[in-house]
């Protein structure tokens, strides 16, 4: 992924920020506002290392997926499901309806019914 997908999303990318940095705070995340320089000198301090090294850490980070939940674009959910083929067994097709599984719509404990 590349930093604009992270500044453009900021707030969505809080939870994987702190999945990969227990030590960073929520609320000091929210005043560095997608601020790159901002957050690689963040990291330096929360991490206890020189700038340059939190910079490398973060470049690595930034070299995985953008997190599933993070961009609500129909393009982006494509490309994921397109990827998750890998995952199905010989003959089925990722882009497939899964009502078939029963899982579509959910009736929950006060007989109302979550459509996902």
């Known amino acids: 992924m590349k930093w ?29 506002d997608g601020d790159q320089k901002a957050f690689i ?29 993070v961009i609500m674009d129909p393009s982006h959910d494509n490309h994921s499901i397109t990827n998750s083929a890998k995952y199905l067994s010989e003959g089925e097709d990722e882009l497939d309806e899964d009502g078939r599984f029963g899982d579509d719509d959910e009736i929950l404990g006060d007989g109302d019914i979550n459509e996902r």
């Open 4 to 32: 604009q997908h992270v500044q453009d999303n900021w707030p969505a990318f809080f939870e994987a920020i702190v999945e990969k940095w227990p030590e960073a705070d929520e609320a000091e995340l929210d005043d560095i």
């Open 41 to 69: 000198r963040y990291i330096a301090e929360i991490t206890e290392q020189v700038p340059s090294e939190a910079r490398d850490e973060i470049r690595e980070w930034l070299i995985g997926e953008i997190p599933a939940d």
